[in-house]
C-alpha cells in the first residue's frame, strides 16, 4: 500500500502542541489506497515529548542525541518508508484534511515532478490566520524561482509546506547541517534537480508563539543568518551548474 510519511522533529520544551498535531493527522483523507505514517523524532534522549504522542500501528517514536532539527529530521528519516515525504514541525498543523491528499494527487499524477510546496498561514496568538506575502502563482513552478528570490532575501515558500519524494530527499541527503534555514536549504536542492509544482491552497498552519525558535537572538544573528544562507545557496548553484537532473526512473 502506497504511504506518505510525516516526519515531526521534537525537543523536550518544545511539545506543548504536539496532541493537537496529532489529532490534525489523524483527520487527515488520503486517497483510497493510501496510508499515513508519522515518525516522530526526539532531538535528545528524555522520552517526554514521546510520552506525549499516543502508540499506534501508523506512527514510528525515537530519540537520538540533541543535535538541532536537521539532524533530528535525518535521523527520523532513516525510519520513513512512504514513497512520499513531508516535515511538519510539532508546533504546526495542516489546514484542512485535504491538506496531505492534494500533494499525493499532484505527484501521482505528474511522475516527474519532484515535489510541491504551498502557501503558509501565519496563526498568531490571538487566533488571527494571516497569509504569507510574496506566495508563488500556483501551478508548474519556473526553474530557480525560490533560488532567485532566496537571492533577493526573500524566499517565496515556507520550507515546512515541502512534500517530496522521499527518495529525491535522501538522494541529497537529507537536511542541510546548519542551525537554521535547512527546512528552506532542502526545497531549493529539490529545486536544483528537478520540477515543483505550487499548489493554490494553503499547506501550513504556522504557529507564532514566544517558545519558537524563530523569536530567538541566536536565529536573528545577523552573521549566522547570512552564513548558513550562503552555504544553502552556494550548494544550490552549484547542483545547478552542473546539470544533472533526477529521474523518477534513476
Known amino acids: 500500500m502506497p504511504t506518505i510519511t510525516v516526519l515531526t522533529p521534537v525537543y523536550e520544551g518544545g511539545y506543548a502542541y504536539l496532541h493537537e498535531l496529532h489529532e490534525c493527522l489523524s483527520g487527515q483523507k488520503l486517497p ?3 496510508q499515513l505514517e508519522w515518525v516522530v523524532q526526539e532531538d535528545g534522549r528524555t522520552g517526554k515529548p514521546l510520552e506525549a504522542v499516543p502508540d499506534a500501528p501508523w506512527i514510528s517514536k525515537s ?11 535525518t535521523l527520523g528519516l532513516a525510519r520513513a518508508t512512504g514513497t512520499l515525504l513531508r516535515c511538519v514541525d510539532a508546533d504546526d498543523l495542516l489546514p484542512d484534511q485535504e491538506t496531505l491528499a492534494r500533494d499525493i494527487e499532484i505527484l501521482e499524477a505528474n511522475p516527474s515532478y519532484g515535489w510541491t510546496v504551498a502557501p503558509c498561514l501565519d496563526l498568531h496568538p490571538d487566533g488571527r490566520l494571516e497569509p504569507g506575502p510574496n506566495d508563488p502563482a500556483p501551478g508548474l513552478l519556473p526553474e530557480r524561482a525560490l533560488l532567485d528570490g532566496a537571492k533577493r532575501g526573500e524566499l517565496p515558500v515556507m520550507g515546512t509546506t515541502l512534500t517530496a519524494r522521499t527518495g529525491l530527499v535522501c538522494l541529497l541527503g537529507g537536511w542541510p547541517a546548519i542551525p537554521a534555514f535547512e527546512d528552506a536549504g532542502v526545497v531549493l536542492l529539490c529545486e536544483a534537480v528537478s520540477r515543483g509544482w505550487m499548489q493554490a491552497k494553503p499547506g501550513e498552519i504556522y504557529r507564532k508563539h514566544p517558545g519558537q525558535h524563530t523569536v530567538t537572538a541566536a536565529y536573528h544573528d545577523d552573521e549566522e543568518k547570512r552564513l548558513r544562507q550562503e552555504i544553502v545557496i552556494d550548494r544550490a548553484e552549484a547542483l545547478h551548474a552542473s546539470g544533472w537532473r533526477w529521474s523518477p526512473t534513476a
Open 63 to 73: 530519540a537520538g542525541r540533541w543535535g538541532g532539527a536537521a539532524q533530528a529530521r
Open 32 to 34: 483510497a489506497g493510501w
